[in-house]
């Protein structure tokens, strides 16, 4: 009885342009999960060569743990703004010029976060949960600092053990004590790579990873014991390659890449919840 009050300690990232995808995400894991959830949504304001970034809104904040709280009372939802320790490590980086956005690095800084407690859950925004998170929570990590999921395009191409990382469990103690995302964070600033922090991870945790079931982050289809579906971008070749995803809060396009029946009752809430957030928000 105590483990299942144990709330699992889950960090999602993001600025105020992602309210959709973090709805979509507490969601589907306060309907499929038993244990309450701590929440740590790490968001921040930036400014890159390409594009401004704000921070979720206070009203967003409060409105995504009422949200949360609604199928999971004794779940909560703690705001940490990371603006000052990421412009201070990658603002006058490299890092901070390509496509991908500042808050995927977030996840970088658990170790400078001792409140996150000492596993933690780290998924991104564009993730439907189908299945228990205690399943991935309580997954054996064999002594490693960290478990992933092998990627579906890159572990063709970039090694067959190269992991995709939004999806992670980590063994936060031992990330603290071993300093591993200090040593990313260094070496991105001397490594560039086309999808930054992810292949950062593999390569300075290669040997300390723990390879998790592909169910935990189940990247181009949707299984019976799917725990953990991702809509990353993936291609389909045909007589070219096309993109073949599309993200949950895209109903038209999602609707017809996967079917109307896909995620249903859970997308249809997360549009219920949405329009209920703008209207009160309205004159604001």
């Not at 699992?8 to 894991?29: E, N, Q, R, T």
């Not at 064999?142 to 990382?165: I, Q, T």
Request: charged share 25%; aromatic share 10%; hydrophobic share 35%.
């Amino acid at each position: 009885m105590e483990q299942q009050n144990t709330p699992i300690s889950l960090l999602v990232c993001g600025d105020g342009h992602c309210l959709d995808g973090l709805l979509i995400v507490l969601l589907s894991a306060t309907r499929n999960t038993k244990r309450p959830l701590h929440v740590f949504l790490m968001t921040g304001s930036f400014k890159t060569k390409q594009k401004e970034y704000h921070a979720f809104t206070p009203e967003q904040v409060v409105f995504a743990e009422k949200v949360l709280q609604e199928h999971s009372p004794l779940s909560t939802l703690t705001c940490i703004d990371e603006t000052k320790e990421l412009d201070d490590c990658f603002a006058s980086s490299w890092v901070y010029d390509t496509k991908f956005s500042p808050y995927t690095l977030m996840r970088l800084f658990i170790d400078r976060h001792p409140e996150l407690g000492d596993r933690v859950v780290y998924l991104d925004l564009d993730i439907v949960v189908t299945g228990d998170l205690d399943r991935l929570d309580s997954a054996d990590l064999h002594g490693a600092s960290l478990g992933m999921v092998r990627d579906e395009v890159g572990s063709h191409c970039l090694g067959k053990n190269y992991c995709n990382a939004g999806v992670l469990l980590l063994d936060a103690k031992k990330i603290r004590e071993n300093h591993g995302f200090e040593k990313v964070r260094k070496h991105l600033l001397h490594h560039h790579y086309f999808m930054p922090d992810q292949t950062a991870i593999n390569r300075v945790f290669k040997g300390d990873i723990a390879f998790l079931s592909p169910r935990f982050n189940d990247q181009h289809y949707l299984h019976p014991d799917t725990v953990i579906r991702h809509y990353c971008k993936w291609y389909r070749a045909k007589s070219f390659f096309r993109n073949a995803t599309a993200k949950p809060w895209d109903q038209a396009r999602f609707e017809k890449i996967y079917g109307p029946e896909t995620h249903k009752e859970i997308l249809d809430e997360y549009r219920a919840k949405k329009a209920e957030f703008l209207k009160a928000n309205a004159a604001k």
